[in-house]
């Protein structure tokens, strides 16, 4: 594997302009004044209870994120770069959902195949030909960024059903001023705070026709067992806006209305975080208790907006995923600005069979994966594992996609041995309304905690860190 890409020090030891700064309050500050501040970073993550459950973890249900001090620092003109390349791959990607369930000029057009489409899990028939306001599909993106050298940033994922992870940047740069004032008083960092009124901007601009001036956004959360529930309550809170479950809703005459002391108030849109299979037992699965039933037909009716759109998870499938540089070509006409990693289909015999012959070297990814579950890292597997996996993947060559193994660009962490570099991804989130598209400078830096590891995800043990853009 390549060595990875520095972010703080260029080889024969000169160090980055953006972290100058840094490098210089590091040598003032003793290690156990870093070290204690740390740990008063952890008492109040603790004390403010951001915690996320952990599936299938028998020790605890409720986990910590370990939050590094150490900031990860972007310089203006690089963060320019990757926004322009952001609001690039948004608009694609909402164009791209409009024509599957519309059009569908590029299966037409033979960029994407059929297959793809219709026999995917995630494709929902029930949003053929429905309209959506202003043609917005996805206002809430997580686009997952990688960086192998000092130009390129890579996408490593779309996330456009229900992207997750925004409390933890707000909450860590609350944590980082309150804790390191003396260092943000040397730096020019751009504002994250803003992210919840651009979110209730965004919302309210997709609200229905029907709505009134002043339209009414509530967040549903699946419930106080879901993992991600501080985050719904979090934003619920910081928006202004109520957390609802399915029971507190109830649909009369194609219009939402959810439950309040003085009566039934009509709901214009609703900030989902619950799957589609999940929203309307009356349109998917009946068993489910978690969403409102006739909330697909008051949707169809146009008396409601749904944000994420349903049907979006057909953006978040990694096969689809490797069609992004076409997408991006067909609908815009424009070279990307952000590459992918390059990606082997291994429904595709030929790639298949390179696969099959290379996968100690290479990372396999279920095309419907997410949170690092059922991957296989070849270089760091088991030869077992290897095997196990080369059986998967005779059997269901069309579930996985494959990929080289990056070498993902590194920043300085915090570990029990001292300040060490620890490989980084990055997650901004993109909100797009009727009329713009906007990115709060910065997003959530994940972090492999473990020396050489190259996975981020928390649930695979995985950290955070406050992602700080220059305003130059």
Known sequence: MAVAFDEMNIPGGDLRPAYQELARWLEETPPEALEYRRQEAELLFRRIGITFAVYGDSESTERLIPFDVIPRIMSGKEWALLEKGLKQRVRALNMFLRDIYHGRDILRAEVVPDDLIFHNPVFRPEMNGQQVPHDVYVHIAGIDIVRVDANDFIVLEDNARTPSGVSYMLENREIMMRLFPDLFARHRVAPVERYPDEL???????????????????LLTPGVYNSAYYEHSFLADKLGIELVEGRDLIVKNNEVFMRTTEGLKRVDVIYRRVDDDFLDPLTFRPDSVLGVPGLMSAYAAGNITLANAVGTGIADDKAIYSYMPDIVKFYLGEEPILKNVPTWRCREPKDLAYVLDNLSELVVKEVHGSGGYGMLIGPAATKATIEAFREKLKREPEGFIA?????????????????????VDLRPFVLTGSKRTTIVPGGLTRVALKEGSLVVNSSQGGGTKDTWILDE
Request: charged share 10%.
């Open 200 to 218: 209730l901007a965004a919302l309210r601009s997709v609200a229905p026709l029907s709505a009134s001036a002043e339209p009414t956004v509530a």
């Open 403 to 423: 990929q080289p193994t990056l070498a993902l660009s590194t920043c300085p962490t915090c570990t029990a041995s001292g300040l060490a570099p620890r490989h």
